[in-house]
């Protein structure tokens, strides 16, 4: 099976448990309810382990059949985080029921379905944990008619609420509304016994045992996608336990990994795209944390020459930021400074307004979309020294440009005039309808 990529942001593993109840025709019947839980309250973040009223499974042998139904005192104090749930945290479904007579096995199909937010099995989100999804028994089976002993063949034994309790182990992770691969179970009784009794509950580790931050709806490590330059997205961030359940009253601080790729507001979760980069948006209630991934995306920066001819000084460009490897460019005239290389650059597309210039000088520049010039002469990409436009990637050429390399696909979208020499290495420059012309200078 495939799954989402997460960005693990939790090593630590813990046991969230869930109250569930088990065997066929269960499925649906007296379902314990959630409760609201804040910080410092029963079963939230510091306060003390849940005491919660368990689910009690009756099955009979001659009928083949097991209900389930609240006992009529509480299962007890488990040494951790315990919550009712059967059809609000988990289902358990069973089915195929069998009793042999002649071997003294009663046995059943098993599957658990996942209804948490959070991925079951896994403390990274990515990685099956060695102990997976375990289902075990808090008390019995118990023989409550007819006469001998009921036991049951686990794969293990373990400590959960109490010490060697017998369990059935499901090595998967599951999403959330992910249903487990069927696993069947096995009761050892005589004939003799009429019927019986046993409680389970669900342990399994997950990615974030003290709760989280959901952004947007999202788990910590959802990837948002691409923003442009400019454009906002308003984050929505809640604080959850680990069951997905809201603690109310929580006041959420966001930061970002790089305010030159995205920039937020503190204190709202306005998220603004800044340059091309790719960057986090995290959030933090002083407990529980989360996290957004943005690609931002390539723009057009404007150059407005105010400080020099320098191309890697931020304040000869509009909004003080030097085009990113995924911008394009634009060169307008009427500026005080033309551009100037001062190294190496790669870049998107390229436009140079009739009369404006860009000089290369000793540098190269490799361009990966669009390159346009005005037809002046005296304007346009200049050489000026052993500088080299390298077209290198798919798109349109036209107007004027010093020594040419093509390794890209490219077709004249105008007149092109070359100060030689100009080369076609493994691309192509195809023209149907202009002039291209080679020149010495």
């Keep these: 099976m495939t799954r989402a990529r997460p960005r693990p942001r939790r090593a630590a593993r813990a046991a969230l448990l869930a109250l569930l109840a088990t065997a066929a025709a269960c499925a649906d019947r007296n379902p314990a309810g959630p409760d609201p839980r804040g910080p410092g309250g029963p079963g939230g973040p510091g306060g003390p382990p849940l005491t919660i009223q368990a689910l009690l499974c009756k099955g009979s042998v001659a009928d083949q059949t097991v209900t389930c139904a609240p006992p009529a005192a509480s299962a007890g104090s488990a040494s951790g985080l315990i919550v009712g749930g059967q059809n609000v945290y988990v289902k358990v479904t069973t089915s195929n029921v069998v009793y042999n007579s002649g071997t003294g096995q009663y046995t059943f199909n098993t599957t658990l379905q996942n209804l948490l937010p959070q991925r079951m099995g896994t403390t990274d989100g990515t990685t099956l944990d060695p102990t997976g999804v375990r289902i075990f028994f808090s008390s019995g089976p118990t023989v409550t008619s007819g006469t001998g002993t009921a036991t049951v063949i686990p794969d293990g034994f373990a400590t959960f609420t109490a010490g060697g309790q017998p369990y059935y182990q499901f090595?998967?992770?599951?999403?959330?509304?992910?249903?487990?691969?069927?696993?069947?179970?096995?009761?050892?009784?005589?004939?003799?016994?009429?019927?019986?009794?046993?409680?389970?509950?669900?342990?399994?580790?997950?990615?974030?045992?003290?709760?989280?931050?959901?952004?947007?709806?999202?788990?910590?490590?959802?990837?948002?996608?691409?923003?442009?330059?400019?454009?906002?997205?308003?984050?929505?961030?809640?604080?959850?336990?680990?069951?997905?359940?809201?603690?109310?009253?929580?006041?959420?601080?966001?930061?970002?990994?790089?305010?030159?790729?995205?920039?937020?507001?503190?204190?709202?979760?306005?998220?603004?795209?800044?340059?091309?980069?790719?960057?986090?948006?995290?959030?933090?209630?002083?407990?529980?944390?989360?996290?957004?991934?943005?690609?931002?995306?390539?723009?057009?920066?404007?150059?407005?020459?105010?400080?020099?001819?320098?191309?890697?000084?931020?304040?000869?460009?509009?909004?003080?930021?030097?085009?990113?490897?995924?911008?394009?460019?634009?060169?307008?005239?009427?500026?005080?400074?033309?551009?100037?290389?001062?190294?190496?650059?790669?870049?998107?597309g390229v436009t140079v307004a009739d009369g404006a210039t860009l000089t290369l000088g000793a540098f190269g520049l490799t361009v990966n979309m669009n390159v346009a010039t005005g037809a002046t002469a005296g304007s346009g990409i200049l050489g000026g020294g052993a500088g080299v436009l390298s077209l290198a990637g798919t798109g349109t050429a036209r107007g004027r440009v010093p020594s040419l390399l093509v390794t890209g696909t490219y077709t004249l979208s105008g007149d092109l005039f070359v100060v030689a020499p100009e080369q076609i290495d493994a691309g192509s420059l195809q023209n149907d309808a202009f002039a291209m012309e080679v020149v010495s200078q």
Excluded: K
């Design 171 to 348: 090595n998967e992770i599951l999403d959330q509304n992910e249903t487990s691969a069927v696993d069947t179970w096995t009761l050892i009784m005589p004939p003799t016994v009429l019927t019986f009794e046993f409680v389970v509950f669900v342990s399994t580790p997950v990615q974030f045992p003290d709760g989280y931050i959901s952004l947007n709806g999202q788990l910590p490590g959802y990837d948002f996608g691409a923003l442009h330059p400019a454009d906002t997205e308003a984050l929505t961030a809640v604080s959850n336990d680990a069951y997905g359940n809201v603690i109310p009253g929580t006041t959420i601080t966001f930061a970002t990994t790089d305010p030159l790729c995205a920039s937020v507001n503190t204190g709202t979760g306005l998220v603004t795209g800044v340059r091309f980069a790719t960057c986090q948006i995290t959030a933090t209630d002083g407990t529980r944390n989360g996290s957004i991934g943005f690609d931002v995306t390539g723009t057009t920066r404007l150059w407005d020459g105010d400080v020099s001819a320098d191309w890697q000084t931020g304040g000869n460009w509009a909004a003080g930021l030097v085009p990113a490897t995924a911008d394009s460019v634009s060169i307008p005239t009427g500026v005080p400074f033309f551009p100037a290389l001062t190294q190496n650059v790669v870049i998107g």
